[in-house]
């Protein structure tokens, strides 16, 4: 289909008339999304390259027939509506099209109150620097993508110049107050430290250690509070374990044990090695470990229904149960009516300034409310963006059964981790969650760790699934192996 446009397109070039036919065919072909026997972006080039060589000097004409009035944006307004849109959202994901999708009915937000009483960018140079930032850290990530080293090596040297500068000690000093955990990720300081620490991640793939060990020095040295400094510590830890400096890595452990923003709770790192297996499933189908595991415990294995989910669904229960919890007044939490979550959903300041809420809300949890707390907030919110909740993915009917057969205790000692803790919580569970009744209104739980011929557990997982047992979990590591050839 694409030669054949473009080969007729070529041969009405001397021709005015026939030119513009075999452009309307071509447009019309480029923007039909049916016809999939071609490329966009290659007829596009094509028709350039032919403008380009001046084989065609009907285009502009033509395209602005078959197109209509074009406008391009100023870039000093296109500035301004960027700056309106990332001041406005407070990200860099949303811009104005937010409206038009709520106006049609395709995005529903949560109902919420926006109490403001702080303002999170003081004066006009914060806010230059913080957008200067986000220009480096733009630059960053598009080099690493091209593995452009020179480029990656200079944004790290300028995030390291830059984030130790007076905006760091202004954030030092707020970090002391309530705001400081969810209003620091607006500076331009706590940006550089993010490219820093990009850059610490591309210095130990090429086992220049050294030079991230001194990054990581210089991060715990400038962020003083910080509840990243934990991660920062571990990481600092293991570089001076790969250079033999075991004595220092030692003193390093022993600092972070004494610094009271280190959580001893880390975050479990998925530390699988090789590539992945596949096998053959009970149904002959090819397959993945978790899947050939659901089939075993499903048949052999007694029974179990199951999800491979990770930590997924644990998300989607969260949401649902704590649905009040999560948009109840806060100030200065939602700052728009186009918020998924509160802006400190992912910090320290989430539990803390909620806490008089929570621990009754897990009481009723625990005491065996959560079937009908789940109930009433799906029916209430079903189809309303909630951070975590996949609408899509379960249904009540599976949500209600899990709910009955894990227990109150144990969903009320999950939701309380995510809730003190929800960036780090959020992600590590093992791979299955399992359910199986014992008559109509009894059953019991598993949680599942699977892995395959080549996996090994790391400690961080040995220290969830320790965390899930002592929170009255039954909690197990399924090995699946080859069958051993016929002889």
């Not at 197109?67 to 391009?72: D, N, V």
């Not at 075993?296 to 009040?324: C, K, N, P, R």
């Not at 909620?354 to 065996?368: A, Y």
């Not at 009320?412 to 959020?426: E, F, K, P, T, V």
């Amino acid at each position: 289909m694409e030669h054949f446009v473009i080969h007729d397109f070529r041969r009405s070039l001397l021709n005015e008339e026939e030119f513009t036919l075999d452009l309307q065919n071509l447009l019309f072909c480029m923007f039909q999304k049916r016809n999939r026997g071609f490329r966009k972006q290659d007829l596009i080039a094509s028709l350039l390259s032919l403008y380009g060589n001046g084989l065609c000097p009907f285009l502009p004409r033509s395209v602005l027939e078959n197109t209509g009035a074009c406008i391009r944006i100023s870039s000093r307004a296109e500035s301004l509506i960027w700056r309106a849109e990332r001041l406005f959202f407070l990200n860099g994901g949303q811009d104005l099209s937010a409206f038009l999708l709520v106006d049609l009915g395709i995005v529903k937000y949560p109902t919420y109150n926006c109490i403001i009483s702080d303002q999170i960018v003081s004066c006009r140079s914060d806010l230059l620097a913080y957008e200067e930032a986000i220009e480096v850290a733009q630059i960053m990530d598009e080099s690493l993508d091209e593995n452009h080293s020179e480029l990656v090596l200079r944004c790290i040297e300028v995030s390291e110049s830059r984030m130790s500068g007076s905006s760091t000690k202004a954030i030092q000093s707020s970090t002391s107050g309530s705001l400081a955990s969810f209003f620091a990720c607006f500076s331009a300081s706590w940006v550089y430290s993010m490219v820093v620490l990009l850059g610490i991640s591309f210095l130990e793939h090429g086992n220049r250690y050294n030079d991230a060990i001194n990054l990581l020095k210089r991060l715990l040295t400038n962020f003083n509070p910080d509840r990243r400094r934990g991660y920062w510590t571990l990481r600092l830890s293991v570089d001076l374990e790969h250079m033999g400096r075991l004595n220092e890595n030692l003193s390093v452990a022993e600092d972070g044990l004494l610094d009271p923003c280190v959580h001893m709770q880390g975050r479990p790192l998925n530390c699988k090695t090789g590539t992945k297996s596949r096998f053959y499933g009970l149904d002959g189908e090819q397959c993945g470990v978790e899947q050939l595991a659901l089939q075993y415990y499903a048949g052999e294995g007694g029974g179990w229904q199951g999800v491979h989910t990770e930590s997924g669904i644990w998300l989607t229960m969260f949401g649902l149960l704590m649905w009040d919890i999560i948009f109840s007044d806060v100030p200065n939490v939602f700052r728009t009516k186009f918020q998924t979550a509160p802006l400190d959903m992912e910090t320290d300041n989430f539990y803390e300034a909620r806490k008089s809420l929570i621990e009754p809300f897990l009481k009723n949890i625990q005491d065996g409310m959560a079937e009908e707390i789940l109930i009433a907030s799906w029916e209430s919110h079903l189809g309303t963006a909630c951070r975590g909740i996949r609408w899509d993915k379960h249904s009540l009917s599976e949500l209600r059964a899990i709910v009955a057969c894990v227990g109150g205790p144990c969903l009320a000692s999950i939701c309380r981790h995510l809730a003190q803790d929800y960036r780090n919580w959020s992600s590590g569970m093992p791979d299955l969650l399992l359910w199986r009744f014992h008559g109509e209104y009894s059953g019991e739980a598993k949680l599942v760790e699977v892995k395959g011929p080549r996996d090994r557990l790391s400690e961080q997982q040995r220290a969830w699934l320790l965390f899930l047992i002592d929170s009255g979990f039954n909690a197990e590591v399924c090995r699946v192996s080859p069958a051993p050839a016929c002889v």
